[in-house]
């Protein structure tokens, strides 16, 4: 079964800093993997993917993800830290099994970046 | 381009309700899925719906269904309402120019319906 972990429930970093966000997946096939944000009281917000092609994916807010098949990892990274980027992040693997637009999503990484 | 939008956005149920859901996905989306979020359990996929048809759905009870009309808008029901039925249910369309769907086509979400049931 398609399956995401992400190992930190919470992490914090100072404004400024770069900050990273891990994920791992476990797909037969290939994957196709996303990273997802979400602000209290909303929905989630599409940040990336990776489907094929460069490792390095860049999306939205100025947030990347560096996807690994050696060691099966989705990182999301931010070179610089904003108080703004405090949120739940989620990342997903969408399900090839069902052949259909099903995503399985990780238990989310509380991102915490202090002044 | 507006987005996905939910309503209502909160609701309070009692246990043994029914409640109704709406969505209205992006113009153009024919793909709309359901999940349920909960701090226990996170977010699970409910079922997903494609030009009027469930094509898949998840391991939920049949007190939840769903439909979707020709205009692409979905709604869900559930029935005879439990406590354990609380929680944020998020609508989410996917779809291209042209009305396709592929493997690389990312989902938008709306704001969700809180849904409480005492």
């Known amino acids: 079964a398609q399956s995401v972990a992400q190992p930190e429930d919470q992490v914090n970093v100072a404004e400024g800093n770069p900050l990273t966000v891990k994920c791992t997946y476990s797909?037969?096939?290939?994957?196709?993997l996303f990273w997802y944000v979400q602000y209290p009281n909303r929905g989630l917000q599409f940040l990336l993917k990776?489907?094929?092609?460069?490792?390095l994916v860049k999306g939205s807010y100025g947030f990347e993800a560096e996807f690994n098949k050696s060691q099966t990892s989705f990182h999301l990274k931010k070179p610089s830290a904003l108080v703004s980027d405090s949120a739940l992040y989620f990342c997903?693997?969408?399900?090839?099994?069902?052949?259909?637009?099903?995503?399985?999503f990780g238990t989310g990484t509380r991102l915490l970046v202090s002044p | 381009k507006a987005g996905v939008t939910q309503t209502p956005r909160y609701l309070i149920k009692t246990r043994g309700q029914q409640v109704t859901l709406s969505c209205s996905p992006i113009?153009?989306?024919?793909?709309v899925s359901w999940y349920q979020q909960t701090p226990g359990q996170g977010l699970q996929f409910l079922f997903e719906?494609?030009?009027?048809?469930?094509?898949n759905k998840g391991n939920f009870p049949g007190r939840f269904s769903g439909r979707q009309f020709s205009n692409s808008r979905s709604e869900m029901n559930v029935s005879t309402l439990e406590l354990g039925d609380s929680a944020l249910y998020l609508c989410?369309?996917?779809?291209?120019?042209?009305?396709?769907?592929?493997?690389?086509?990312?989902?938008?979400f709306g704001p969700g319906t809180r849904l409480t049931v005492l």
């Open positions: 989410a369309s996917s779809g291209s120019r042209g009305g396709g769907i592929g493997f690389n086509n990312e989902q938008f």
């Open positions: 797909v037969s096939g290939n994957p196709y």
């Open positions: 990776y489907i094929t092609g460069d490792n």
């Open positions: 997903a693997v969408r399900d090839l099994n069902t052949g259909f637009q099903k995503l399985v």
């Open positions: 113009s153009g989306h024919r793909s």
């Open positions: 719906y494609f030009s009027e048809t469930q094509r």
